[in-house]
T-cell receptor
Framework: SQKIEQNSEALNIQEGKTATLTCNYT??????LQWYRQDPGRGPVFLLLIRENEKEKRKERLKVTFDTTLKQSLFHITASQPADSATYLC??????????FGKGTTLSVSS | NAGVTQTPKFRILKIGQSMTLQCTQD?????MYWYRQDPGMGLKLIYYSVGAGITDKGEVPNGYNVSRSTTEDFPLRLELAAPSQTSVYFCASNDRDAMDQPQHFGDGTRLSIL
């Protein structure tokens, strides 16, 4: 079955730097990948979706890449701010409707 | 719009008790989902529904039941609570198949079974 791994449980960076989070998957390439943000005590909030035929997607300071050869997606936050501190979840489609989620990477941005 | 609303926010149950976690959405979404999230783990799909009257099992359905009598509501039932069901439960919805649409989540129900 499809497995999804987010390599780092925690990532600590300085304000103003670029944060890069990794999402790897096994087996078949999904049609798309999604990234969500989750704050403590809250539900996940959708950020970006990237399809298998897209190499890169941007939204303001966020950038997502999708490499089907490496079976990997990278999530970048440029000019990071303390307000970006949260847990970021990667998700991809399994057969049909279901999404499977990674365990998440907790980002801490210090000023 | 309120989006996805879950009640209660917190609950403590004794082993063997039953309860229903409520979920309602006001976006007229056809697809609804129940997940559980254990500490340090990803979201695991319990049940989902593609429309009123239609439900299906996810990855971890044992010990749970669902119903979908209206588009808006998708309650999750625990019949005989067990300590292994201590978790945070999230309800989500989207307009159609997840391959096309991101999911909208509620803020969760934190359930402890003692």
């Amino acid at each position: 079955s499809q497995k999804i791994e987010q390599n780092s449980e925690a990532l600590n960076i300085q304000e103003g730097k670029t944060a890069t989070l990794t999402c790897n998957y096994t087996n078949y390439s999904p049609a798309y990948l999604q990234w969500y943000r989750q704050d403590p005590g809250r539900g996940p909030v959708f950020l970006l979706l990237i399809r298998e035929n897209e190499k890169e997607k941007r939204k303001e300071r966020l950038k997502v890449t999708f490499d089907t050869t490496l079976k990997q997606s990278l999530f970048h936050i440029t000019a990071s701010q303390p307000a970006d501190s949260a847990t970021y979840l990667c998700a991809l489609n399994q057969a049909g409707t279901a999404l499977i989620f990674g365990k998440g990477t907790t980002l801490s941005v210090s000023s | 719009n309120a989006g996805v609303t879950q009640t209660p926010k917190f609950r403590i149950l004794k082993i063997g008790q039953s309860m229903t976690l409520q979920c309602t959405q006001d976006m007229n979404h056809n697809y609804m989902y129940w997940y559980r999230q254990d500490p340090g783990m990803g979201l695991k799909l319990i049940y989902y529904s593609v429309g009123a009257g239609i439900t299906d099992k996810g990855e971890v359905p044992n010990g749970y039941n669902v119903s979908r009598s209206t588009t808006e509501d998708f309650p999750l039932r625990l019949e005989l609570a067990a300590p292994s069901q201590t978790s945070v439960y999230f309800c989500a919805s989207n307009d159609r198949d997840a391959m096309d649409q991101p999911q909208h989540f509620g803020d969760g129900t934190r359930l402890s079974i003692l």
